[in-house]
């Protein structure tokens, strides 16, 4: 068996995540097995370094798939973007060892968020950012961000249903810039909850607006319960950026 | 009446251009006197510098508008922002002296044209700029340009029908970077044809992949016979980028 390695981008905006769900092909990963099942003339699975949202993007999605077939790297390359559709990308194949997972290798995933923080609307950016028109305070959102940092219970920061699993996950770093009108909002951690980045940036904006002090994030946290969290950002401003191995 | 200069940011795409032609409301001009007549409570017709083609996008088109009503310059930009739709923005409003005329006044212009030269497509850019797959040679790109500069009569560069105005342009400059996977070219000159900016940038995409030579654009600018040119830009990829005063 061939293992390939992708890294791929998508403009996730008229898709329901990466996630294939049964039958659906209105996925990401719907669409990639698809062609990749037809360049093979096998059924493939494509194993991706983790689920994106609805609606989220992604800047270097990494993924595997295996196939008896042997093509060179350059030939699936060409192939995929010649079949897939045109909000597909696939930026660099790799043939590597067998033993290669993208989920299981994975050690840690930047997210970046982007937010148009003026008056009038970006309309180039409309689908690629959410458009925030009061002026968000940076130096209160980047002392909110610390409160993130390291390990912590983010059961209050996610939608997922299931209790069983941990829901400790570590922040490496959260960043906050501002770059061209928009802020920017980076995040590196070793795993991120269901909707999680999307709700802690909910509440960095909720800080920046003043509608809820920084100091409130720990008790947040540490009461686990997911209706401590406010609003959630919308999936168009968030890019999947870059997974660790 | 007060005079009030607009500059206008938009996503051409959905648009069949500046002009509004009779009653059609699909363009970026009837869209703003739809919602300008409805502010100022008269019947408003606004002067854009130029028009641009269906498709190309604008980040700083210039226009005016006479009213009746006295509005401070916020409180328009706040009601062109909140009742436009997305596509179109609004990102500065002033009063200015009554002489005003945005298209009689306008000195130069400049236009860019985006290239995205890539093997594999850009999910985000795919609609803001043109995918040109095969490697164009920058070095014959620019021999090219220089060909363009000065004042010339641009019969060949046109679609316009109408042949009695004159057809002389002269262009200022006309310069080609590379920018993040992106080729920009930027063009400047004192006015320019209907569908110019991208015949000229169709014949340097055609230099550029080496299928007919710098040293044919004289003789084709001599012939003024519009068939001599070869394949226009898509609309795509054009930018209305400033307008000179």
């Known amino acids: 068996m061939n293992n390939y390695k992708l890294t791929i981008q998508y403009d996730g905006g008229r898709y329901k995540g990466w996630q294939r769900l049964g039958n659906t092909e209105n996925t990401i990963q719907g669409k990639i097995e698809k062609v990749l099942t037809e360049m093979a003339g096998e059924e493939i699975e494509i194993i991706g370094s983790g689920r994106t949202d609805a609606g989220a993007h992604a800047l270097a999605q990494i993924a595997n798939f295996k196939m008896r077939k042997r093509m060179t790297e ?6 995929l973007n010649r079949y897939l559709p045109q ?4 930026v660099a194949v790799t043939l590597v060892q067998d033993r290669f997972h993208a989920r299981y290798n994975a050690k840690d995933k930047t997210y970046s968020y982007k937010i148009w923080n003026k008056p009038f609307p970006n309309p180039f ?5 959410m458009h925030v ?15 993130f940092l390291g390990e912590h219970d ?4 996610s939608n997922a249903k299931a209790k069983k699993k941990s829901m400790v996950r570590e922040i490496y770093s959260l ?6 009108g928009f802020i920017e909002i980076k995040i590196r951690g070793n795993g991120f909850l269901y909707n999680m980045v999307r709700k802690v940036v909910g509440t960095l904006i909720e800080v920046g607006l003043g509608e809820i002090e920084a100091a409130a994030i720990p008790s947040i946290l540490e009461s686990k319960e997911r209706i401590q969290t406010g609003r959630m950002a919308e999936a ?4 999947l950026e870059k997974v660790g191995f």
Chains 1, 2 share one sequence.
């Not at 028109?133 to 409160?147: I, V």
């Not at 960043?175 to 061209?180: H, L, M, V």
């Open 74 to 79: 350059e030939e699936v390359m060409k192939y």
């Open 175 to 180: 960043d906050i810039k501002e770059k061209e």
């Open 154 to 157: 983010f059961t209050s920061y």
């Open 133 to 147: 028109e009061d002026k968000l305070d940076q130096k209160k959102m980047k002392e909110a961000a610390k409160h």
């Open 87 to 90: 909000d597909i990308s696939v």
């Open 236 to 239: 168009e401003g968030l890019y």
């Open 125 to 129: 950016m409309r689908k690629y950012s």
